[in-house]
């Protein structure tokens, strides 16, 4: 295999769309035969940080940061001037074909091996996923990775770059970048803390809060993209180790009620870690896990039955982006997953059980960015605050629904 295919269901991440030829190196086939690449994220010094008051600002730094062959092809890139012109290309009128198709117009490309100085490349995947070619890598990289851990400002993950949407987790989205600039940000909300994450994904998010935290319990289902995660905690080490904090990789299904605590399966629970959960979590996380509408029900019981077990406050950060598609049942564009979960989010706000309660707000996204991505105004950031609320056994729901989440609860 020497190029990768894409099929009318794969899934793409912006991350990689819009830096299409920055360096990403696929290393090997996970378990499942999905390449899986790796890639360097720098966590940018105090001269090197946005003003985020230009939205573009950091796509056109990230496209720079690149450097010279790594920036795509700028031959093709066109602006878009007054009523959708396109500037530079002759100002192009629009016009449909004899189907009434709109007729697009492109700039002929040059044949990249022309005037490039480099041959075209495609990618070739280096070594099988088996516990002894890994072994093996590890052993002929550690050279290479001294030079990389003695800069504590590198993030390596590894990741897959295009999947079907069942697996979306594998990829690096632009919600986590999100919510690692507020935790860089503000690193004294959590510093000490310990920390729940939800649907942790290649745990990128988690790596920097594993640099703060006290205890991080980096969460997601699938042996698969939990074996990634927590290769991408190991090969983060460097940072973590720093704050002296721990991390731990363990499976949390948001359509089961219970804890995995099976000894024979891989990243269950034990008791001591699920007393600790509840006895000790301040702060939950979840970067970018609201694109299914099953998937939002599920995140919001499981945060619905976390929080109201839980002796203390415990305060929610939410990130996600606000995806617009086309719909053809409306024949207009709409934001369902998104609005569907606004809707899970201010009914968790408006319940009443006698057990918790929960207010909602959105935080503004004008805080420092640490990382290379485009802060679309499509990115958001919620914040969740779930108090415990005094016994009363005359107000506790009866057991069969307290396991119900609000939104069955409203049904």
């Known amino acids: 295999m020497n190029q990768i295919t894409f099929h009318y269901d794969t899934v793409l991440s912006d991350v990689h769309m819009l830096l299409p030829n920055a360096r990403h ?17 720098k966590i940018l010094s105090d001269g090197e940080r946005h003003d985020n008051s230009d939205p573009g600002k950091g796509l056109k730094e990230a496209e720079e940061h690149c450097g010279p062959g790594e920036d795509g092809d700028k031959d093709t890139q066109v602006t878009q001037g007054k009523d959708g012109e396109e500037d530079g290309a002759g100002n192009v009128e629009p016009f449909l074909d004899v189907d009434g198709d709109l007729d697009i117009k492109h700039r002929p490309r040059k044949n990249p091996n022309e005037e490039s100085g480099r041959d075209l490349v495609c990618p070739v995947i280096l070594k099988q996923s088996n516990s002894a070619l890994e072994e093996e890598d590890d052993e002929d990289t550690d050279d290479k990775d001294d030079e990389d851990k003695t800069f504590k400002d590198i993030i390596k993950i590894e990741h ?16 986590a970048f999100l919510l690692a600039d507020f935790i860089l940000s503000k690193p004294h909300m959590f510093r000490g803390a310990t920390v729940l994450e939800l649907g ?14 006290k205890t991080l319990y980096c969460t997601d289902v699938g042996e698969d993209l939990l074996s990634m995660c927590k290769r991408n905690m190991t090969l ?3 940072m973590i180790e720093s704050a002296g904090g721990e991390v731990i990789v363990r499976q949390l299904d948001w359509l089961q009620y219970d804890l995995c605590t099976d000894a024979d399966m891989e990243f269950n629970w034990t008791e001591e870690e699920v007393a600790d959960l509840y006895d000790n979590t301040k702060i939950i996380i979840a970067a970018d896990v609201c694109y299914d509408d099953d998937l939002t029900d599920g995140l919001f019981r ?8 839980f ?23 709409s934001c369902d997953a998104y609005n569907h979960f606004s809707r899970c989010l201010f009914q968790l706000q408006d319940l009443v059980d006698g057990r918790c309660s929960f207010r909602v707000e ?5 805080f420092a960015q640490f990382l290379l991505y485009e802060r679309i105004e499509q990115l958001e950031l919620w914040k969740v605050t779930a108090t415990p609320l005094p016994l009363d056994a005359s107000s506790v729901p009866d057991p069969v629904d307290s396991k119900q989440s609000p939104v069955e609860l409203e049904v």
């Not at 897959?160 to 919600?175: F, S």
């Not at 942790?200 to 935290?213: E, N, P, Q, R």
């Open 302 to 309: 499981t945060l619905y039955r976390l929080c109201s077990n």
């Open 25 to 41: 190196l696929m290393t090997r086939l996970n378990s499942v035969g999905q390449p899986v690449f790796l890639s360097k994220f």
């Open 362 to 366: 959105q935080l503004p996204s004008d």
């Open 200 to 213: 942790a994904g290649t745990g990128l998010t988690g790596i920097v809060m594993a640099s703060v935290a």
């Open 236 to 238: 983060n080490q460097h």
């Open 160 to 175: 897959t770059m295009a999947t079907t949407l069942e697996d979306v987790g594998k990829q690096v989205w632009l919600g």
């Open 311 to 333: 002796r203390h406050t415990c305060t929610v950060f939410i990130s996600l982006e606000k995806r617009m598609n086309f719909s053809l049942r409306h024949m207009d564009v």
